[in-house]
């Protein structure tokens, strides 16, 4: 059998030690009554059990007039004080059941939740687990399939990347960032993988390559990408990542469809995913890791616009940086200002850059935008003073979802986004406030709470693509 929980047994412990005290018989004056002595005045003789006295009204014998009571004085004085206790007895015990009761069920629901959490991460780690499984045949097929000691990707034989990518060929290039490309690649058995290939051997190149397969080897959740494998080929380092259809965040909104494969509802499904891969990176992982470098290309997107978060080559550990003991990294547009300023890093420095992700899916332009004279503006200082202003709001909207959504709803994410920019960090929210914000606002087919009923206009476009 399961052995009591430590805090019921103490809640048991205490209950049983208020009843011994309640229990104990009390002395008149309320105190405890002391321990009992051999008397000469046999029990009988106690006053509420002495017989009516006398109609003449003389006293006991031995006793002098005065100093005796009237018997029947103190019958009812005894029967009252009787009567006191019991009600305050009554009273006390039943408070102290209401009490123990109330405890009781508060502890009840507390390990209902634990044990719902530990379900929900349980069906989360297997759905990936059976991804993993998909992939075994073909990580097996590899001439030197081996496990790195670093992390739990696997390391690829070169000659299968280079078969698989067409030779890296340009055809097969799926995006181009700092480092270099990210190619499709097509493995024998009709496995599909993304291959980023990290060229040159420069020194932050390495470090990065390292990180990433050192943190994102050991992290398992379904709004992060799944790491596939690694290879060292020459001066070239591989990472090989499960493949995002969609392509990037960045690639949807500010590339050649201009974001006309979101809708709404998808769109805050992506920031609704994003906030949930945050919040697993902030709040479950011990220590916590600070991504760094949060954007709309590190944002990938799979067949049904699940958002997963990429890219943890900048990726620290709280607690694991001081001030100036890492390189200031990270993209212009999404860095706080704290940061940027001062080198100060935490969690906020990732909710800042998600409330530019947000802006960015609301209003459908980039973070800088490039103005005349070779000038940037950011988003933030553009948007800033129309975000806070209802009647503005609805003019700066994407042109793609202008009028496609519920404005309170418009107005609420406006207000979290405006949150998340807040120059000082202090005041931006925990990404898990984010995150509770978000819920009600996204359809329950999509991963939110929202229920849309049929005659609802926004019905149409509840999660199809426009
Ligand atoms: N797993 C993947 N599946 C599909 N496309 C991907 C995948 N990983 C990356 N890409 C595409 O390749 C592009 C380049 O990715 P990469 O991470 O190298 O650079 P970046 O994020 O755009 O910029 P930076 O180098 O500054 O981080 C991405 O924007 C995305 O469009
Ligand atoms: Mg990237």
């Known amino acids: ?37 051999p008397s000469p005045v046999p029990p009988l003789a106690q006053p509420a059990l002495l017989p009516a006295p006398a109609v003449n009204g003389s006293a006991v014998a031995g006793l ?38 109330v405890l009781a069920a508060l502890y009840a629901f507390l390990l209902w939740r634990r044990s719902r959490r530990a379900l929900v991460d349980y069906k989360d780690t297997q759905s990936i687990d059976t991804a993993r499984m998909a992939l075994a045949p073909m990580l097996n097929s590899f001439n030197s399939y081996k496990t790195s000691k670093k992390s739990a990707a696997a390391m690829m034989d070169y000659a299968a990347l280079e078969a698989a990518t067409g030779k890296f060929s340009e055809s097969n290039v799926l995006g181009v960032g700092g480092f270099g490309s990210v190619y499709k690649a097509n493995f024998d058995g009709g496995f599909a993988a993304a291959v980023k290939r990290l060229g040159g051997g420069a020194q ?19 709004n992060i990408v799944s790491l596939v494998g690694f290879c060292i080929h020459e001066v070239n380092r591989f990472i090989v990542y499960e493949l995002m259809e969609n392509g990037s965040l960045d690639s949807q909104l500010h590339g050649p469809s201009h974001g006309s494969a979101l809708s709404w509802h998808i769109r805050m499904k992506i920031a609704l995913d994003t906030a949930r891969g945050l919040e697993y990176l902030h709040e479950h992982c011990n220590p916590p890791i600070i991504h760094r470098d949060l954007k709309s290309s590190n944002i990938l997107l799979d067949p049904e616009f699940n958002a997963k978060i990429s890219d943890f080559g900048l990726a620290v550990t709280s607690g694991n940086h001081s001030k100036g003991s890492i390189k200031l990294s990270g993209t212009m547009g999404y860095v706080a200002p704290e ?49 806070t202003d209802r009647s503005k709001l609805p003019n700066i909207i994407d042109p793609m979802i202008k009028n496609t959504m519920d404005l309170k709803h418009l107005y609420q994410v406006a207000a979290v986004a405006v949150l998340c920019v807040q120059p000082e960090p202090s005041y931006r929210p925990l990404i898990t406030d984010v995150l509770h914000s978000l819920v009600p606002l996204v359809p329950m087919e999509l991963g939110g709470t929202l229920r849309i009923s049929p005659d609802s206009p926004y019905a149409t476009q509840k999660y199809s693509p426009r």
Request: glycine share 4%; with cysteine.
């Open 1 to 37: 059998m399961k052995p009591m929980q430590p805090p019921l047994q103490l809640l048991c412990s205490a209950f049983v030690l208020l009843l011994l005290l309640l229990c104990r018989p009390l002395g008149a004056n309320g105190r405890d009554a002391p321990p009992p002595s």
């Open 339 to 387: 940061y940027l300023l001062d080198g100060k890093l935490t969690e906020k420095s990732d909710v800042y850059a998600f409330g530019v992700v947000l802006l960015e899916l609301l209003l459908g332009r980039k973070p800088v935008e490039k103005m005349a004279q070779s000038q940037c503006q950011s988003i933030v200082t553009w948007a800033m003073p129309q975000l």
């Open 204 to 222: 932050d190149c390495e470090k990065e390559f390292e990180n990433e397969l050192d943190l994102l080897g050991k992290i398992r959740h379904p």
């Open 64 to 101: 002098p007039e005065t100093a005796a009571p009237p018997p029947l004085v103190v019958i009812v004085v005894e029967r009252h004080r009787h009567l006191r206790r019991e009600l305050i007895a009554a009273i006390v015990l039943s408070s102290v059941a209401g009490a123990m009761i």
